[in-house]
């Protein structure tokens, strides 16, 4: 479950602004605010089924969008580099690592990799 | 014109993948293979102005989703700052710059860049 709650999360950043608001609403309180079903249902006025509709058409159009455009894959593929190059930099020695020209470079990545 | 043919160049790599197959297909002519409205024209058996108002509709659309998802922007952030960080590690001396280490993240950093 955390693994698919990360997933819709990481397409939600990606793509949630091509969504309807009721969508976006929907994911975001059963996603990122944990609302259950019941809760999302009253605060919409709907059936439970209703609102599990309306989850499940809202992944169902931002896998559509990572299947159709695969920016979140190629966005991981970059980060994958970024961190590789962060590895390498931070297995310097000392006298090299502690350099602010590398500081500065680490301090660059670090903040790409850990948003 | 460069500017515009290079912006929307960059906007169809991101979002090419959302239009339709004749909207690709006429940007990626005019604007990729350089034809003219009248060689389009000719090859879809339409006037120039259909040709025009395809053209006009697929940018459209294009700029439509980087205004709502902003992910070319949030992509030339990126770069900006893996740019940068290629900058202070160039600016090394020799003796840090050509440790295996620092080539090693030179190289991966490179790769992001000049795609």
């Known amino acids: 479950m955390l693994d698919k709650v990360l997933r819709i999360a990481e ?10 608001d009721k969508q976006r609403r929907c994911l ?5 605010g944990d609302d259950s079903l ?3 249902a009253e605060e919409f006025q709907v059936s439970r089924q209703a609102v599990h509709d ?4 809202g992944e169902q159009l931002l896998a559509e969008y ?11 593929l970059d980060l994958a580099a970024i961190t590789q190059a962060r590895a ?8 090299s690592r502690n350099r602010p020209e590398t500081v500065r470079a680490l301090e660059l990545l670090h903040q790409l990799t850990d948003r």
Chains 1, 2 share one sequence.
Not at 28 to 32: D, G, T
Not at 54 to 57: A, D, G
Not at 67 to 72: P, S, Y
Request: charged content about 25%; hydrophobic content about 45%.
């Open 11 to 20: 397409l939600y950043d990606f793509y949630g602004a091509l969504l309807t």
């Open 28 to 32: 975001e309180m059963h996603y990122l």
């Open 38 to 40: 019941a809760e999302i």
């Open 54 to 57: 309306i989850l499940r058409r």
């Open 66 to 76: 990572e299947a159709k455009l695969g920016l979140v894959a190629r966005h991981r």
């Open 88 to 95: 390498s930099l931070e297995a310097l020695p000392p006298e």
